[in-house]
């Protein structure tokens, strides 16, 4: 819905290699200014081969992400601290987050956990499932307690995150896809709680449902 997109900043790439680059750096009369240090550091744009280019030199890169449907990774502060993409066709890889870098590291950061904190206050747990828009259906369908991860697998720094919640939620239910492989990493998961003071349940959907697809039946 209109409602969701905005609150959780859908946006979209276009299919340029250096819209986003000629917009924050500079490189037409539009440009923001930031430079080209900065946004490669962001993860925004990539290096080209640089041999026999000059540091800075905005022609030696090229927009990370281009033709995708763009998420914003927010922090506690609703801050944003990277992006993952998907493309709209069957172009590969299917999603494409934005690198490690100084603000984010994808294996201490649950996607919508800033979203959440009042529907895992109000509900007594927090749901983790895999995916963006695993994460982002039940929200849109009033169930807010919902995280996800970020293409990993859960670590021990993500324990760590959702254990500063412990005055809020004492429980944590895993939602993975019931393929054998979504069972595998659940069951894999479970040893990570061990000692966290954390009750785990394993929530099981029928088979080839995912959570977006059984919270729409």
Same mark, same amino acid.
Not at 40 to 65: E, N
Not at 109 to 130: D, K, Q
Not at 172 to 195: I, S, Y
């Given at each position: 819905? !209109? $409602?969701?997109?905005?609150?959780?900043? &859908?946006? =979209?790439?276009?299919?340029?290699?250096?819209?986003l680059? /000629? #917009? @924050?750096?500079?490189?037409?009369? /539009?440009?923001?200014?930031w430079?080209?240090?900065?946004?490669? *550091? #962001?993860?925004?744009?990539?290096?080209?081969?640089?041999?026999?280019? /000059?540091?800075?030199d *905005?022609?030696?890169? =090229?927009?990370?992400?281009?033709?995708?449907?763009?998420?914003?990774?927010?922090?506690l502060?609703?801050? &944003?601290?990277?992006?993952?993409?998907?493309? +709209?066709?069957?172009?590969?890889? /299917?999603?494409?987050?934005?690198?490690?870098?100084? @603000?984010?590291?994808?294996?201490?950061?649950? =996607?919508?956990?800033?979203? #959440?904190? $009042?529907?895992?206050?109000a509900a007594?747990?927090?749901?983790?499932? $895999?995916? =963006?828009?695993? !994460?982002?259906?039940?929200?849109? !369908?009033?169930? %807010?307690n919902?995280v996800a991860?970020?293409?990993?697998? @859960?670590?021990?720094?993500?324990? $760590?995150?959702?254990?500063?919640? &412990?005055?809020?939620?004492?429980?944590?239910?895993?939602?993975?896809?019931?393929?054998? #492989?979504?069972?595998? *990493?659940?069951?894999? %998961?479970?040893?990570?709680? +061990?000692?966290?003071?954390?009750?785990?349940?394993? *929530?099981s959907?029928?088979?080839?449902?995912?959570?977006? %697809?059984?919270?729409?039946?």
């Amino acid at each position: 819905t !209109a $409602e969701t997109i905005e609150r959780f900043g &859908i946006g =979209y790439a276009p299919q340029s290699w250096d819209g986003l680059l /000629k #917009a @924050l750096a500079g490189t037409d009369k /539009k440009g923001k200014g930031w430079t080209v240090e900065d946004l490669a *550091a #962001a993860g925004l744009i990539v290096a080209r081969d640089q041999s026999g280019r /000059k540091p800075g030199d *905005a022609s030696g890169y =090229y927009d990370r992400f281009r033709g995708r449907v763009m998420l914003p990774i927010r922090d506690l502060q609703k801050r &944003i601290i990277g992006f993952g993409g998907r493309v +709209l066709d069957d172009g590969v890889p /299917k999603y494409l987050n934005s690198p490690e870098t100084p @603000l984010f590291q994808k294996g201490r950061t649950l =996607y919508a956990l800033e979203s #959440a904190r $009042e529907g895992i206050a109000a509900a007594g747990y927090v749901i983790i499932v $895999e995916g =963006y828009f695993d !994460a982002i259906a039940p929200h849109q !369908a009033g169930v %807010t307690n919902v995280v996800a991860t970020l293409g990993t697998a @859960l670590t021990p720094e993500h324990i $760590e995150v959702i254990r500063r919640f &412990i005055h809020l939620t004492p429980r944590v239910v895993l939602l993975f896809d019931p393929d054998a #492989a979504g069972v595998r *990493a659940a069951l894999r %998961t479970l040893d990570l709680f +061990l000692g966290s003071g954390l009750a785990v349940q394993v *929530a099981s959907l029928p088979q080839d449902e995912d959570p977006d %697809t059984f919270i729409r039946s």
